[in-house]
C-alpha cells in the first residue's frame, strides 16, 4: 500500500519552455502535497504546500509563478515549472500529506535537466 | 526553504561495525523528527521517527536518540550491511500531523568497505 507515482520520472527540455510534473496517489487519498526540490549533492528543499481546493503557499524565496501548482483532487496534483532554465535543472520531489495513516508518502522523483 | 544547502559530508564505515550518523537540528519548537534513506535517483525512505518527548527509540537495527538540550539527533545503525550505502537525512517537524510540513536537515553520505 502507499504508492505514490511521479510522471515523468526524467525529462530533458529546451531552455524557455515549460515542463509539467504529476504526482499521484495510486491507492490512497491524501489532502495536503507537498514538493520539494533537490539539487545535486544537497538536501530535499520544501518548495510549497497544497491543499485540495486551495492556493498553494511557497516558501520563501520560490516564485510562485514560475512554479504553478495545480492540487486538482486527492489523488493528483501537478507541479509546472514555466519557462524553464539550465538553473531549475534539478530533482524534484513530491509528498502526500493528511493520509488515512498520517504518514507522510514521498514519491520517486523528477530529474529535470533544462539545456 | 528553510534547510540548508550543504555539500554533503560522508561517513566511511567498515561492513559489520556500527554506524553513527549526526545531526543537528535547527528549530527548538520541533516536536517530531525523522531520519530517512535516500539511493541515488529515489525519493526519500522512512526509516525510523521520534517525539520529543522521547529521548531513544529503536527500530530493527536503528536508534535514533534526540537531545534536545543541545537540539542534537542521532542514528545509529548496528552492524552496517553494504545495503546501507545512501545518503540519510534528519528532519523535524512542528506537530505530529502527516499534513505538517517537514524540513530536512543537512544530509550524510553513508559508505561501507568490505
Known amino acids: 500500500g502507499a504508492v505514490v507515482s511521479q510522471h515523468p520520472s526524467w525529462v530533458i527540455c529546451k531552455s524557455g519552455t515549460s515542463v509539467k510534473i504529476e504526482c499521484r496517489s495510486l491507492?490512497?487519498?491524501?489532502?495536503?502535497m507537498f514538493w520539494y526540490r533537490q539539487f545535486p549533492k544537497q538536501s530535499l528543499m520544501l518548495m510549497a504546500t497544497?491543499?485540495?481546493?486551495?492556493?498553494?503557499?511557497?516558501e520563501q524565496g520560490v516564485e510562485k509563478d514560475k512554479f504553478l501548482i495545480n492540487h486538482a483532487s486527492l489523488t493528483l496534483s501537478t507541479l509546472t515549472v514555466t519557462s524553464a532554465h539550465p538553473e531549475d535543472s534539478s530533482f524534484y520531489i513530491c509528498?502526500?500529506?493528511?493520509?488515512?495513516?498520517?504518514?507522510?508518502?514521498f514519491g520517486p522523483g523528477t530529474r529535470l535537466t533544462v539545456l | 526553504g528553510e534547510s540548508v544547502g550543504l555539500h554533503l559530508p560522508t561517513l566511511s564505515v567498515q561492513e559489520g561495525d556500527n554506524s553513527i550518523i549526526n545531526c543537528a537540528y535547527s528549530?527548538?519548537?520541533?516536536?517530531?523528527f525523522i531520519w530517512y534513506k535516500q539511493e541515488s535517483g529515489k525519493g526519500p525512505q522512512f526509516i525510523i521517527d521520534?517525539?520529543?518527548?522521547?529521548d531513544k527509540r529503536q527500530g530493527q537495527r536503528v536508534t535514533v536518540l534526540l537531545n534536545k538540550t543541545v537540539k542534537h539527533l542521532s542514528l545509529q545503525i548496528a552492524a552496517t550491511q553494504p545495503g546501507d550505502s545512501a545518503v540519510y537525512f534528519c528532519?523535524?517537524?512542528?506537530?505530529?500531523?502527516?499534513?505538517?510540513?517537514?524540513?530536512f536537515g543537512s544530509g550524510t553520505r553513508l559508505s561501507i568497505r568490505p
Open positions: 509528498s502526500w500529506g493528511g493520509t488515512p495513516s498520517d504518514t507522510q508518502y
Open positions: 491507492d490512497f487519498q491524501a489532502t495536503t
Open positions: 497544497s491543499n485540495e481546493g486551495s492556493k498553494a503557499t511557497y
Open positions: 528549530n527548538s519548537a520541533s516536536d517530531y
Open positions: 521520534i517525539r520529543s518527548n522521547m
Open positions: 528532519a523535524e517537524k512542528n506537530g505530529y500531523s502527516s499534513a505538517s510540513k517537514i524540513i
